[in-house]
T-cell receptor, first 118, second 116 residues
């Protein structure tokens, strides 16, 4: 089954304790992205990756790191989490980095990771 | 200015009736894509339907159709024959053609509640 998976789905942690949220897709998609969703602010892009070893900042990258060593995986790293990073996080993937069509342009989202930082 | 506007924070619809969720967008790009996603209470973001700016036909996917009016910059979602399982948040989103990050810009969402 074609899908984007994220782990963990739920996480409660404390300020300053490094954590990694994993994201994996089995669709051979070039493009992957991380969003966070907050009440009243909608979804905002954190980082994205156009392909292996190619990553760049989105709208709200502060406090986050990413890596793209393999095409299928795009982990989100919080080196020193803070309470303002409490949020619902989504990983998304898209077939091609560029293109405007149904097949290339649609971003498929993972199930979400609900993170609470105390 | 908001790039994606969803003016209906919440809506009720009777089961088996059709419902239209409004979405207007703002872009100066000629090439862009418009999307609708469904977010049930469980939290996942489910892709529903896509409309490309150059597509001449309105997109349809099962019970979902997109009423695309390019001149008015609107991309309303129509759900026919509503089901109880359609109760969820619905988000309209846009990707602009010159957006190197492929970022989707989302509207504020509409909460749809289907009444039995």
């Amino acid at each position: 089954e074609a899908q984007v998976t994220q782990n963990p789905r739920y996480l409660i942690t404390v300020t300053g304790k490094k954590l990694t949220v994993t994201c994996s897709q089995n669709m051979n998609h070039e493009y992957m992205s991380w969003y966070r969703q907050d009440p009243g602010l909608g979804l905002r892009q954190i980082y994205y990756s156009m392909n292996v070893e190619v990553t760049d900042k989105g709208d709200v990258p502060e406090g986050y790191k990413v890596s793209r060593k393999e095409k299928r995986n795009f982990p989100l790293i919080l080196e020193s989490p803070s309470p303002n990073q409490t949020s619902l996080y989504f990983c998304a993937s898209q077939l091609r980095a560029m293109g405007v069509s149904l097949s290339t342009d649609t971003q498929y989202f993972g199930p979400g990771t609900r993170l609470t930082v105390l | 200015a908001q790039k994606i506007t969803q003016t209906q924070p919440g809506m009720f619809v009777q089961e088996k009736e059709a419902v239209t969720l409004d979405c207007t967008y703002d872009t100066s790009d000629q090439s862009y894509g418009l999307f609708w996603y469904k977010q049930p209470s469980s939290g996942e973001m489910i892709f529903l339907i896509y409309q490309g700016s150059y597509d001449e036909q309105n997109a349809t996917e099962g019970r979902y159709s997109l009423n695309f009016q390019k001149a008015r910059k609107s991309a309303n979602l129509v759900i026919s024959a509503s089901q109880l399982g359609d109760s969820a948040m619905y988000f309209c989103a846009m990707r602009e053609g010159n957006n190197a990050g492929n970022m989707l810009t989302f509207g504020g969402g509409t909460r749809l509640m289907v009444k039995p």
